[in-house]
């Protein structure tokens, strides 16, 4: 993941804020969390696509039902419960749909 600023920013405006929001840059680009548990993050791809990332966990079917996700890949490996949405197909409605899931799945996580 390669860093993209204004998807960076556009994501913290989203989060809620308060002491158990935290930002940290991972695989380079920035991932933010609930209590220590990844909500989602921003990156660029190799390939220069601007996409958000949102943990929703495994078999979330209110995830599944969302428009604009597509299950995220680690090299070959699928990774259950993880969606990239098109940052330019994401308007801000969507982007609080996303976060909302991600959040609540983060908020049923004790924290770390």
Sequence with gaps: MAYDEELAHRMRVAMPSGPAITEKRMMGGVCFF????????A???KSGERRL????????????GLPGGLP???GERPMP????????QCDD????QWLTVALD????????
């Design 81 to 88: 419960g993880f969606y990239f949405v098109d940052a330019e």
């Design 105 to 112: 799945h983060a908020a049923s996580l004790p924290p770390k």
């Design 53 to 64: 990332m949102f943990r929703v966990g495994k078999g979330n079917e209110l995830a599944a």
């Design 34 to 41: 609930l209590d220590g548990n990844m909500v989602g993050g």
């Design 72 to 74: 995220m890949f680690l």
């Design 43 to 45: 990156d660029r791809s």
């Design 93 to 96: 409605a969507l982007l609080g």
